[in-house]
């Protein structure tokens, strides 16, 4: 996009000075929201897993048997964390995120006043939606939305016929594509914004690369044995959620709206929120105009088409008809599972609002003398801090490092030894663990133990259940809920968590082996089942296919971005 | 008058702004591991006596 204070013809002195302050910014605003990963350990909560050393097993790379929502994310990591460890994995992702989130949109505005950069990065950082997607662990998509300004601008910059942008469009995309929700916003950015009739072969270049950062996950989806539907019982549950008195399309309009109340900042209630938001939405009209006239012809029109088709994808289970059409895709077309939590879709939305209110502001104080400018700006720059506060410290606490018991590497070193399914019991998909207190977390068993393990894949919500898609898990319940011992499962190993509200029943584990007895885990061996180690299908090796290709994509970008710099360095 | 009227309204603002945001900070800052265990607990206690399912028992991913 248009920066005109930092521009490629500025002297590099003069570029650093003026880039200073808006790093400087997004690195208090990155310390203050993650300030608790200063200590050490691992911030469990709820889909945010890492683990010391994620192994290198082909269920992680290409799940068999559930539907790919952590491809190629968790191949990935199982990679990096062989040569480093889980928990500085964690803090570069996170921090990275909040950091690039700030500073990608603080350079996307096009102006030039610093003030308005900063105003752009701090309201970026510290929306809703990146409080309530850290708040319920799904880092992946906070790289995707940390990477959507600078998609945004290496998009337009390709439009604009720019040196290397599209080497900067593929490298931008790729940390999106990590997840298939990530994937799929990385690639309606790049068709929305790049695609041009008269340029057909640059155009299919570029969306083609960033199609193929998402083989993994779609070459996962058709080879998986969980089938492409889901439960229709999970639209209702993970629609769009209300935040108080005004209801969830006004939640959604800023930026708000995520399904679980645990995950919404409790400052999202308070009743004046609602009409920050509608300061915001003002701001925001305001300051169109301005951004409409500051880029190329037809730009913000293609902007606002991304962000009115991720307003739909979020409003969809809330609006008239909506949740019907939902519940109807989600049961026949393959996939569409995707969109039944709707809101993570709103990525695109938040960005355009931050610059347009951005802009707003910068119209704003343009009518007014200088020394009340400054204060209405810096007014403006505390405005989403005062309204949600409790982001930061890790949510006030919510985000709290912790250790993982010595139990849990001596399980993992016994199963090493010895290949073979192995099931966790209590059958739960999240756990409370009495060392994580107050606080749920997805079972990290299936990310610590080398092997397929077994988890409950039924997530609850309130009262309602809504079914997994894994066949095999449903063969286990059948036969637990006949009354059979857990060896008639057909598992080689059985790890049962303790201290945990629920119990399970020693009778059922009748037949089975202690060959580690601790505080918290117990592991069984089941001897009549024999040591296997199953050898990868083709569906497999398909994935691992789409896996290089993707980052072959990747590192052909990344040598031709390095290529086109006056120095590598 | 009207100029400096303005400037006494918009930094009254931005003031009050500056003192939610920096006593909402200091809250966050000092909450700790057993105040967020005891929110918790709260939590759970309430969806007891309302007869909900309880948010943090393992088998719940949240509650609406």
Redesign the interface.
């Known amino acids: 996009m248009v920066e005109q204070t930092t521009g490629v013809g500025a002297p590099p002195v003069r570029r650093v000075r003026d880039a200073l302050p808006l790093y400087a910014v997004a690195a208090a605003v990155t310390v203050?929201v993650l300030?608790p990963l200063a200590a050490p350990g691992y911030a469990l909560l709820?889909d945010m897993v890492f683990v010391p050393r994620q192994p290198l097993s082909w269920d992680l790379v290409a799940p068999a048997q559930t539907l790919p929502r952590a491809v190629p994310m968790d191949a990935l990591m199982s990679l990096v964390t062989q040569l480093v460890p889980g928990w500085a994995v964690q803090r570069v992702a996170l921090g990275g995120a909040v950091l690039l989130a700030a500073v990608g949109a603080g350079r996307l505005v096009p102006t030039e006043r610093l003030a308005v950069r900063l105003l752009a990065a701090v309201a970026y950082a510290w929306t809703p939606y990146l409080a309530e997607r850290l708040l319920?662990g799904q880092w992946g998509l906070l790289l995707a939305y940390a990477a959507l300004p600078w998609l945004v601008r290496a998009a337009l910059d390709l439009r604009a016929g720019r040196d290397g942008a599209l080497a900067r469009v593929v490298l931008a995309a790729a940390p999106a594509a990590i997840t298939p929700t990530g994937g799929l916003i990385a690639l309606g950015t790049v068709v929305l914004l790049v695609w041009d009739r008269t340029r057909l072969r640059r155009s299919a270049l570029v969306v083609g690369g960033v199609a193929l950062l998402n083989a993994p996950w779609v070459t996962a989806a058709l080879v998986t044995g969980a089938g492409g539907s889901s439960d229709p019982a999970g639209v209702a549950?993970f629609a769009a959620?209300s935040e108080n008195w005004a209801g969830p399309l006004v939640a959604l309009a800023g930026t708000g709206g995520v399904?679980?109340?645990?995950?919404t900042p409790s400052?999202r209630a308070a009743p004046l929120v609602p009409l920050a938001t509608l300061l915001l939405l003002i701001l925001a009209g305001v300051g169109a105009g301005l951004l409409r006239r500051r880029l190329p012809p037809g730009t913000a029109v293609r902007l606002a088409v991304l962000a009115g088709i991720a307003c739909l994808l979020a409003a969809l289970g809330v609006l008239p008809g909506g949740a019907a059409a939902l519940r109807w895709a989600v049961v026949h077309l393959p996939g569409a599972g995707l969109l039944r939590d709707g809101q993570k879709f709103l990525a695109p939305y938040a960005l355009l609002l931050v610059v347009c209110a951005a802009l707003g502001a910068e119209r704003l104080v343009a009518r007014?003398?200088r020394?009340?400018a400054g204060?209405?700006l810096?007014?403006l720059l505390?405005?989403p801090?005062?309204?949600?506060?409790?982001?930061?410290?890790g949510?006030?606490?919510?985000l709290?490092p912790v250790s993982y018991p010595a139990d849990w590497q001596v399980v993992a070193e016994r199963v090493a030894g010895e290949p073979g399914e192995i099931l966790a019991l209590?059958l739960?998909?999240?756990?409370?663990y009495p060392w994580n207190?107050?606080?749920?977390v997805l079972d990290p068993l299936p990310r610590y133990l080398p092997g397929t393990v077994l988890t409950?894949d039924?997530?609850?919500?309130?009262?309602v259940a809504v079914a997994g898609e894994n066949p095999r898990l449903r063969e286990v319940r059948r036969v637990l809920a006949e009354g059979l011992p857990v060896s008639a499962t057909g598992v080689r190993w059985v790890v049962v968590q303790h201290q945990?509200?629920?119990e399970v029943d020693p009778a059922t584990l009748r037949d089975l082996e202690a060959v580690h007895e601790g505080p918290f885990l117990t592991l069984y061996r089941n001897p009549a089942v024999p040591p296997e180690s199953n050898p990868p299908g083709l569906g497999a090796w398909a994935v691992v296919m789409a896996l290089g290709a993707a980052l072959l994509v990747v590192m052909a970008a990344a040598i031709s971005a390095l290529h086109r710099r006056p120095t590598a360095w | 008058m009207r100029r400096a009227l303005t400037l006494v309204v918009s930094g009254m603002v931005a003031a009050l702004l500056g003192i939610l945001a920096l006593g909402g900070l200091s809250a966050a800052a000092t909450a700790t591991d057993k105040e967020a265990a005891n929110e918790a607990k709260s939590v759970s206690e309430a969806a007891k006596r309302a007869g909900k399912k309880d948010p943090y028992a393992p088998v719940v991913y949240g509650d609406r």
């Open positions: 203050l300030a709820y319920i549950a959620r399904w679980s109340a645990q995950a400052s007014i003398d020394e009340v204060v209405v810096v007014g505390l405005l801090v005062a309204v949600m506060p409790d982001l930061a410290f949510g006030a606490g919510r709290r209590p739960s998909a999240y756990q409370a207190p107050g606080r749920v409950d039924t997530l609850r919500v309130g009262d945990l509200p629920s």
